[in-house]
Nanobody, 126 residues
Framework: QVQLVESGGGLVQAGGSLRLSCAYS????????MAWFRQTPGKERECVAAISRSGINTIYADAVKGRFTISRDNAKNTVYLQMNSLKPEDTAVYCC???????????????????WGQGTQVTVSS
């Protein structure tokens, strides 16, 4: 019922920027807190950014803090991840995820999320 489709990935040089988008389809987008995860072979899936239902609360992993910004446009049912000052270590498949909640809290906890997109590849060259 809930579908998430990411876009905006690509190849970029270190120091560059990308903006990822996650388009939501389903019922009541504003009942879901959202997050961006990334997956690299040989590493555990890592939540890099999360945003509460209203968008007022955000959380970032230490590795991306100050460089990435998560936002949402509830009128467009879309979540964004603005990635600046990209590093080769940021290379990964980036997925968005959704979790139904009655709270206004954001969380980086992977097990909290119920719905997942297919991912978009981000490659940062050195």
């Amino acid at each position: 019922q809930v579908q998430l489709v990411e876009s905006g990935g690509g190849l970029v040089q270190a120091g560059g920027s990308l903006r990822l988008s996650c388009a939501y389809s389903g019922r009541t987008f504003t009942m879901y807190r959202m997050a961006w995860f990334r997956q690299t072979p040989g590493k555990e899936r890592e939540c890099v950014a999360a945003i509460s239902r209203s968008g007022i609360n955000t959380i970032y992993a230490d590795a991306v803090k100050g460089r990435f910004t998560i936002s949402r446009d509830n009128a467009k049912n879309t979540v964004y991840l603005q990635m600046n000052s990209l590093k080769p270590e940021d290379t990964a498949v980036y997925c968005c995820a959704a979790d139904w909640t009655y709270t206004e809290l954001a969380t980086l906890g992977r097990r909290e999320y119920d719905y997942w997109g297919q991912g978009t590849q981000v490659t940062v060259s050195s």
